[in-house]
């Protein structure tokens, strides 16, 4: 639940980001945790996410906070 209230934040602040973004230089475990948030909140239909290809960033956009 931190890690949902960190992608708010920053999506309440920007209106998108990157996984790219919000992983930073943040430990591997961090970076877990986001990518599994992410995954939550777009099951929830909270966020979108976006891939253009194969091996790149994901984007992040807001539906509804």
């Known amino acids: 639940e931190e890690k949902i209230e960190e992608v708010i934040r920053r999506l ?11 992983a930073g230089r943040k430990p591997a ?5 986001i ?3 992410l995954l939550h909140m777009a099951h929830e239909q909270r ?13 992040v956009r807001s539906l509804r906070i």
């Open 12 to 22: 309440q602040a920007d209106g998108a980001t990157s996984l790219k973004n919000l």
């Open 29 to 33: 475990s961090e970076i877990i945790a």
């Open 35 to 37: 990518f599994l948030a």
């Open 47 to 59: 966020v979108f996410l976006e891939q253009e290809g194969h091996l790149s960033d994901i984007i």
